[in-house]
C-alpha cells in the first residue's frame, strides 16, 4: 500500500506557542514566517511511510501560482532552504511521520491550505488542513526583524497602550486596548486586506505583495479609513455625532473591528486622528509588523507642499478661514518597523504610516511608509510621502494680518512652533518617551535649517508647481505681547489670565488691544469667538504692563464638548500708525478628575473587585450620564453604567466585579460621559497571575 494519510496533527498548541501566536488561541494553526512549525502525519494501517516519495504543497489566495510565490510544490528532504518551502522528517514509525516544515522568510502572509501528494505518477492530492501564516520579528531574515526582546514584546505583544492627547503645553496620555490577540481579530484583518481595491482589481498581484511589508503596510493605511473603498472609519469633526460614537469616547479597536466585519464592511461612525492610528496599529501588530502610535503636537497640514502654514488675522483679533493649510493641536500617526529595499541604503527602520485621509497619495487616500530618517534629513524626492511627513513636524508658520479693505500684511514667521514633543510610550512602562530628535534637529539650529532648506530644494527637484521663497525673519517689534495663565484652567470655572506688554521703544505708546478666545477643534479650526474684549491702554517708554482678563465659564462652556481647548489671541494696534503685534495662546481646560482603584490581587479566573469615583467638581447639576468600561482580558464585554444625574460637588462610586481570562499586564479603561462635557478618561494596568 502507498503512503496513505489518514489524519494530521497540527500540534496547535506547541506551535503557536513557539510561534508567539498562543495568545490568539490553540486551537488553530497560527505561524509566522521563515520558523519552522511540526506535523505528524497519521497513517493509514499497512500504508509505507516513504516520504522521499510524496511532496507538499502550501497555497495562498484565490488562484495560487509558483510563478507568483503564493504556491509552493516541495520535498521532504534534508535541512531547511533559506528561501524556499522545505521539510525534512524528524521521526517516523510504521503508523505515523512527524515532519519539522519550514515557510521562507519573504513568504506572503495569509491564509493557507496544506496539501499532500504523491511526487511521481498521477498526482493524487489530499488536503492536511489549513493555516494562517503572519510575518515574523523575530526572524533575522524577516523585512520586519526586530532585534531586542523588550521592543518585540512591547510592539508586537502589547495589547495595550498609551495615546498622547492635548495640546503642546499640556497634553496627557489615555488608556487604549488594542487586543490584537482578541482570536477572531486576526481573521478580521484578513478580510480587511481581502476587501481592499488592490484585491478586486487583481486578487493574485495583490496576495504575491502580500509578502512586503511596505506593501502591506500602504494597504492598510488606505484600508483603516473608509474613502475611496469599504475600509473601516467614517471620520468626522464635527460637533453632531448622532447615528455613531463620538470619536473620544472609543476605548479600544476591538469593538470596531468587530463592528465593522459583523456589518457587511461598512463604515463604523466615528473616527478621528488617534482612533484611526489606534485601530490601525492593532491591525498591524496582529499581522506581525512592530508598530507604535506616535503624536505631534502643533502639527501641520501642508496642503500645497510648499512647507510654509499660512494662517490670516483681522486687525480685530479673529482667525479668518482663508487658507486650507493648518495646525492641528496634535495629530496621532503610526511607525511601523521593516526594511525599505525599494530605497538607497540607510532608510530601513521607523517607517510613518498614517491611515487619517488628509491628502491622496497616488490617487489613495493613504499616507506612507515614510521613513523616519528621511524625513529627518529633509530628503523630501524619498518615497513614500515624505514632503507630507516633513512638513507635519517642521514647516515654517507664516501669520498675515488682513485690513479691513481685504489687504494682506505679513507680519510675524515662526520656524520653531510646527513639531514639539513628539510623543509615544517608552517600551515596558505607562511612560512617555520624547521622539522628536528623531524627527528633526534642534529648533533652531543650523543643521536644522540647512535640513529645511535641503528639504525645499528636494522638493524643487521634484517638480513642485509653486516656487518656495526663503520665509521671512521673525518680526522683531518694540512691542512684545504674552499671555500668561494665573493657574490651570478647570471645566466649569472661569479661565483667568493676564496679558503681559512690553514697550521696547523709546517713546509711550497708545495700544488699542483685542483678546477674543475661541474654542479649537483639535485640527486646528476655529470656531467662531465666544468671548471677546476690547480695550485701549497706554504704556510708557521702556515700560511694561500686566492686564488681567477672564473668560467666563458661562462664555466658553457650551463650546467645550469636543476637544477641551481654547485657543486665546490678542492683537494690540497702535494708535496713529498701521503697526499691529500679535500673540497667541492655546490653553487645555481640564475636566474633573475620573479615578479607578483595583481591590486585591488579580488572579487569573478569579473574581475581583474595581472601584470607580468621580467628583462633579462644577457648581451645577451633571446629567444623562453615563459610565463606560472595559478591559481585554479582564471583561468580557464592556459594562455601560447609565447615572441620571449627578449634583454638585457631589461624589459617585461604583464598584464591578472582574474576571480576569488572560494573565499578564492588562488595561482597565473607563470612560464618564454627560451633558456639561464629553468622555473623561482614566486607566489603570492590572497585572494578572496564574493560579498555582
Same mark, same amino acid.
Given at each position: 500500500?502507498?503512503?496513505?494519510?489518514?489524519?494530521?496533527?497540527?500540534?496547535?498548541?506547541?506551535?503557536?506557542?513557539?510561534?508567539?501566536?498562543?495568545?490568539?488561541?490553540?486551537?488553530?494553526?497560527?505561524?509566522?514566517?521563515?520558523?519552522?512549525?511540526?506535523?505528524?502525519?497519521?497513517?493509514?494501517?499497512?500504508?509505507?511511510?516513504?516520504?522521499?516519495?510524496?511532496?507538499?504543497?502550501?497555497?495562498?489566495?484565490?488562484?495560487?501560482?509558483?510563478?507568483?510565490?503564493?504556491?509552493?510544490?516541495?520535498?521532504?528532504?534534508?535541512?531547511?532552504?533559506?528561501?524556499?518551502?522545505?521539510?525534512?522528517?524528524?521521526?517516523?514509525?510504521?503508523?505515523?511521520?512527524?515532519?519539522?516544515?519550514?515557510?521562507?522568510?519573504?513568504?506572503?502572509?495569509?491564509?493557507?491550505?496544506?496539501?499532500?501528494?504523491?511526487?511521481?505518477?498521477?498526482?493524487?492530492?489530499?488536503?492536511?488542513?489549513?493555516?494562517?501564516?503572519?510575518?515574523?520579528?523575530?526572524?533575522?531574515?524577516?523585512?520586519?526583524?526586530?532585534?531586542?526582546?523588550?521592543?518585540?514584546?512591547?510592539?508586537?505583544?502589547?495589547?495595550?497602550?498609551?495615546?498622547?492627547?492635548?495640546?503642546?503645553?499640556?497634553?496627557?496620555?489615555?488608556?487604549?486596548?488594542?487586543?490584537?490577540?482578541?482570536?477572531?481579530?486576526?481573521?478580521?484583518?484578513?478580510?480587511?486586506?481581502?476587501?481592499?481595491?488592490?484585491?478586486?482589481?487583481?486578487?493574485?498581484?495583490?496576495?504575491?505583495?502580500?509578502?512586503?511589508?511596505?506593501?502591506?503596510?500602504?494597504?492598510?493605511?488606505?484600508?483603516?479609513?473608509?474613502?475611496?473603498?469599504?475600509?473601516?472609519?467614517?471620520?468626522?469633526?464635527?460637533?453632531?455625532?448622532?447615528?455613531?460614537?463620538?470619536?473620544?469616547?472609543?476605548?479600544?479597536?476591538?469593538?470596531?473591528?468587530?463592528?465593522?466585519?459583523?456589518?457587511?464592511?461598512?463604515?463604523?461612525?466615528?473616527?478621528?486622528?488617534?482612533?484611526?492610528?489606534?485601530?490601525?496599529?492593532?491591525?498591524?501588530?496582529?499581522?506581525?509588523?512592530?508598530?507604535?502610535?506616535?503624536?505631534?503636537?502643533?502639527?501641520?497640514?501642508?496642503?500645497?507642499?510648499?512647507?510654509?502654514?499660512?494662517?490670516?488675522?483681522?486687525?480685530?483679533?479673529?482667525?479668518?478661514?482663508?487658507?486650507?493649510?493648518?495646525?492641528?493641536?496634535?495629530?496621532?500617526?503610526?511607525?511601523?518597523?521593516?526594511?525599505?529595499?525599494?530605497?538607497?541604503?540607510?532608510?530601513?527602520?521607523?517607517?510613518?504610516?498614517?491611515?487619517?485621509?488628509?491628502?491622496?497619495?497616488?490617487?489613495?487616500?493613504?499616507?506612507?511608509?515614510?521613513?523616519?530618517?528621511?524625513?529627518?534629513?529633509?530628503?523630501?524626492?524619498?518615497?513614500?510621502?515624505?514632503?507630507?511627513?516633513?512638513?507635519?513636524?517642521?514647516?515654517?508658520?507664516?501669520?498675515?494680518?488682513?485690513?479691513?479693505?481685504?489687504?494682506?500684511?505679513?507680519?510675524?514667521?515662526?520656524?520653531?512652533?510646527?513639531?514639539? &514633543?513628539?510623543? =509615544?510610550?517608552?517600551? /515596558? !512602562? +505607562?511612560?512617555?518617551?520624547? %521622539? @522628536?530628535?528623531?524627527?528633526? $534637529?534642534?529648533?533652531?539650529?543650523?543643521?536644522?535649517?540647512?535640513?529645511?532648506?535641503?528639504?525645499?530644494?528636494?522638493?524643487?527637484?521634484?517638480?513642485?508647481?509653486?516656487?518656495?521663497?526663503?520665509?521671512?525673519?521673525?518680526?522683531?517689534?518694540?512691542?512684545?505681547?504674552?499671555?500668561?495663565?494665573?493657574?490651570?484652567?478647570?471645566?466649569?470655572?472661569?479661565?483667568?489670565?493676564?496679558?503681559?506688554?512690553?514697550?521696547?521703544?523709546?517713546?509711550?505708546?497708545?495700544?488699542?488691544?483685542?483678546?477674543?478666545?475661541?474654542?479649537?477643534?483639535?485640527?486646528?479650526?476655529?470656531?467662531?469667538?465666544?468671548?471677546? &474684549?476690547?480695550? =485701549?491702554?497706554?504704556? /510708557? !517708554? +521702556?515700560?511694561?504692563?500686566? %492686564? @488681567?482678563?477672564?473668560?467666563? $465659564?458661562?462664555?466658553?462652556?457650551?463650546?467645550?464638548?469636543?476637544?477641551?481647548?481654547?485657543?486665546?489671541?490678542?492683537?494690540?494696534?497702535?494708535?496713529?500708525?498701521?503697526?499691529?503685534?500679535?500673540?497667541?495662546?492655546?490653553?487645555?481646560?481640564?475636566?474633573?478628575?475620573?479615578?479607578?482603584?483595583?481591590?486585591?490581587?488579580?488572579?487569573?479566573?478569579?473574581?475581583?473587585?474595581?472601584?470607580?469615583?468621580?467628583?462633579?467638581?462644577?457648581?451645577?447639576?451633571?446629567?444623562?450620564?453615563?459610565?463606560?468600561?472595559?478591559?481585554?482580558?479582564?471583561?468580557?464585554?464592556?459594562?455601560?453604567?447609565?447615572?441620571?444625574?449627578?449634583?454638585?460637588?457631589?461624589?459617585?462610586?461604583?464598584?464591578?466585579?472582574?474576571?480576569?481570562?488572560?494573565?499578564?499586564?492588562?488595561?482597565?479603561t473607563a470612560d464618564f460621559d454627560c451633558n456639561l462635557f464629553r468622555d473623561v478618561k482614566a486607566f489603570k494596568t492590572v497585572e494578572v497571575k496564574r493560579a498555582y
Amino acid at each position: 500500500m502507498t503512503f496513505a494519510v489518514s489524519s494530521t496533527d497540527f500540534h496547535y498548541e506547541a506551535n503557536n506557542k513557539a510561534h508567539h501566536t498562543s495568545e490568539i488561541t490553540g486551537q488553530r494553526l497560527i505561524l509566522r514566517r521563515g520558523q519552522a512549525f511540526t506535523i505528524t502525519l497519521n497513517l493509514h494501517r499497512g500504508s509505507q511511510p516513504e516520504v522521499d516519495k510524496v511532496q507538499l504543497i502550501a497555497e495562498t489566495g484565490p488562484s495560487p501560482s509558483e510563478a507568483s510565490g503564493t504556491r509552493a510544490v516541495f520535498r521532504v528532504s534534508g535541512p531547511p532552504i533559506r528561501s524556499s518551502w522545505s521539510a525534512a522528517v524528524q521521526n517516523s514509525s510504521s503508523s505515523s511521520v512527524t515532519l519539522s516544515v519550514t515557510s521562507p522568510a519573504n513568504a506572503s502572509i495569509g491564509k493557507y491550505s496544506l496539501k499532500i501528494q504523491a511526487a511521481k505518477g498521477t498526482p493524487q492530492t489530499s488536503a492536511l488542513g489549513e493555516f494562517i501564516l503572519l510575518f515574523n520579528p523575530w526572524c533575522a531574515d524577516d523585512s520586519v526583524h526586530m532585534q531586542k526582546d523588550n521592543e518585540k514584546q512591547e510592539y508586537v505583544m502589547n495589547e495595550q497602550g498609551l495615546l498622547y492627547r492635548g495640546c503642546a503645553e499640556s497634553f496627557s496620555p489615555s488608556g487604549w486596548n488594542f487586543g490584537q490577540f482578541e482570536e477572531d481579530i486576526v481573521d478580521i484583518c484578513l478580510k480587511l486586506l481581502d476587501v481592499s481595491p488592490n484585491y478586486s482589481t487583481n486578487p493574485g498581484l495583490d496576495c504575491s505583495k502580500r509578502s512586503d511589508p511596505t506593501y502591506v503596510g500602504r494597504v492598510v493605511s488606505a484600508m483603516v479609513n473608509c474613502n475611496g473603498d469599504r475600509g473601516i472609519l467614517l471620520g468626522h469633526w464635527g460637533n453632531d455625532y448622532r447615528g455613531g460614537t463620538p470619536p473620544s469616547r472609543w476605548t479600544g479597536s476591538v469593538e470596531i473591528l468587530r463592528q465593522w466585519s459583523l456589518n457587511g464592511c461598512r463604515p463604523v461612525k466615528y473616527g478621528q486622528c488617534w482612533v484611526y492610528a489606534a485601530v490601525m496599529c492593532t491591525v498591524m501588530r496582529c499581522l506581525g509588523i512592530p508598530t507604535r502610535t506616535i503624536t505631534n503636537f502643533d502639527s501641520a497640514h501642508d496642503t500645497d507642499r510648499n512647507l510654509t502654514i499660512d494662517e490670516y488675522y483681522s486687525v480685530s483679533g479673529q482667525e479668518l478661514k482663508l487658507s486650507s493649510d493648518s495646525v492641528w493641536n496634535f495629530h496621532v500617526w503610526v511607525e511601523s518597523w521593516m526594511t525599505r529595499p525599494d530605497l538607497p541604503a540607510g532608510y530601513d527602520g521607523w517607517q510613518v504610516l498614517d491611515p487619517t485621509p488628509q491628502e491622496k497619495s497616488e490617487g489613495v487616500y493613504c499616507c506612507g511608509p515614510a521613513p523616519v530618517k528621511a524625513i529627518l534629513e529633509g530628503d523630501t524626492n524619498i518615497k513614500h510621502d515624505v514632503p507630507f511627513v516633513f512638513a507635519e513636524v517642521n514647516a515654517d508658520k507664516v501669520r498675515w494680518t488682513v485690513g479691513s479693505d481685504g489687504s494682506k500684511k505679513k507680519s510675524y514667521s515662526n520656524t520653531r512652533q510646527v513639531g514639539s &514633543n513628539i510623543s =509615544t510610550k517608552a517600551v /515596558g !512602562a +505607562n511612560a512617555r518617551e520624547d %521622539v @522628536t530628535r528623531f524627527y528633526k $534637529y534642534p529648533e533652531g539650529s543650523k543643521k536644522e535649517r540647512d535640513v529645511f532648506a535641503k528639504a525645499v530644494c528636494n522638493l524643487k527637484s521634484t517638480g513642485t508647481p509653486r516656487c518656495l521663497d526663503a520665509p521671512p525673519p521673525a518680526a522683531s517689534g518694540v512691542i512684545e505681547l504674552s499671555i500668561k495663565l494665573q493657574k490651570t484652567p478647570v471645566n466649569g470655572e472661569d479661565i483667568t489670565f493676564y496679558l503681559h506688554i512690553v514697550n521696547k521703544n523709546q517713546s509711550s505708546k497708545n495700544l488699542s488691544i483685542t483678546t477674543v478666545a475661541q474654542a479649537l477643534r483639535h485640527n486646528g479650526r476655529p470656531e467662531d469667538p465666544c468671548w471677546k &474684549n476690547t480695550q =485701549t491702554i497706554k504704556i /510708557g !517708554a +521702556n515700560g511694561e504692563t500686566k %492686564v @488681567t482678563l477672564l473668560v467666563p $465659564y458661562s462664555k466658553y462652556g457650551a463650546s467645550m464638548l469636543e476637544n477641551n481647548i481654547v485657543k486665546l489671541t490678542a492683537i494690540a494696534k497702535e494708535e496713529g500708525s498701521n503697526e499691529m503685534h500679535m500673540t497667541e495662546k492655546d490653553v487645555l481646560v481640564t475636566n474633573p478628575t475620573l479615578s479607578i482603584e483595583v481591590k486585591g490581587t488579580a488572579v487569573l479566573h478569579q473574581e475581583i473587585k474595581a472601584e470607580i469615583t468621580f467628583t462633579n467638581t462644577l457648581s451645577e447639576t451633571l446629567r444623562n450620564c453615563l459610565l463606560t468600561l472595559s478591559g481585554i482580558g479582564l471583561i468580557r464585554t464592556k459594562y455601560e453604567i447609565p447615572i441620571r444625574t449627578v449634583g454638585p460637588n457631589n461624589l459617585v462610586r461604583v464598584t464591578i466585579p472582574l474576571t480576569p481570562t488572560k494573565p499578564g499586564s492588562r488595561m482597565l479603561t473607563a470612560d464618564f460621559d454627560c451633558n456639561l462635557f464629553r468622555d473623561v478618561k482614566a486607566f489603570k494596568t492590572v497585572e494578572v497571575k496564574r493560579a498555582y
